[in-house]
């Protein structure tokens, strides 16, 4: 079974201080990965996918970076948070056959003060 | 770009009554896929329901929705609504060979006894 792992659980952040969020998932080989941020009462926000190791690409800027350095692993990080970065952020997979349905993360919990 | 539009943000109904979501869609591509996906409080986002297929009824845990590519329609629909029905209904839409994921707004489902 696949399992998804997010890291922290929730953070607090001074603004203009770095962040690093991980996703791991596994049980699954070469997934489509995906970054999503939901701002409190707010929509869901695609802000990255990548399908290899290596490649990520950007739906919306946000001043923030993403990046796959390993099969089963997606990194979202900045160099500066801002007060909009608050918020729950999630990792998703997807599965590629015909199922086609994105399996969310736990989360994390972002407050940028 | 793509756009999905849900016009309620809250709905809030008796337990029993019968529950619709309104889902929109805007897309210059003739085969998207719609997603209904269901968030309670605390949790992470999950598939509720989904189509590629015009005028087909998909269902699932007594939710059910139909495709009408005539309309841009995805609308969520339940006989009779549940307390524990009360959480975060997203639509949302992918094209095929696409790898973005376009979120409605949401709508809040408060389920009343």
């Known amino acids: 079974a696949q399992t998804i792992h997010q890291w922290p659980v929730a953070e607090i952040k001074a603004v203009g201080s770095p962040l690093s969020l991980g996703c791991t998932i596994k049980g699954k080989s070469s997934p489509n990965l995906y970054w999503y941020w939901q701002a409190t009462g707010g929509t869901l926000q695609q802000l990255f996918y990548s399908i290899t190791v290596g490649q990520v690409e950007s739906v919306v800027q946000l001043n923030l970076s993403a990046s796959r350095p390993k099969d089963d692993q997606f990194i979202l990080s900045t160099e500066k948070l801002l007060l909009s970065h608050s918020g729950f952020y999630l990792c998703?997979?997807?599965?590629?056959?015909?199922?086609?349905?994105?399996?969310f993360g736990p989360g994390t919990r972002l407050l940028v003060l | 770009g793509d756009s999905v539009t849900q016009t309620e943000g809250l709905v809030t109904l008796t337990e029993g009554l019968p529950v619709m979501l309104n889902c929109t869609y805007q897309t210059i591509y003739s085969n998207p896929f719609l997603f209904w996906y269901v968030q309670h409080l605390n949790e992470s986002p999950r598939l509720l329901l989904k189509s590629f297929t015009d005028n087909k009824r998909t269902e699932h845990q007594g939710f059910h929705a139909t495709l009408h590519k005539s309309s841009s329609s995805f609308h969520l629909q339940k006989s009779s609504a549940q307390l524990s029905d009360s959480a975060l209904y997203y639509c949302a839409l992918r094209n095929t060979g696409n790898y973005k994921y376009v979120f409605g707004a949401g709508t809040r489902l408060k389920v009343i006894a």
């Open positions: 998703a997979w997807r599965r590629t056959d015909n199922q086609d349905t994105q399996y």
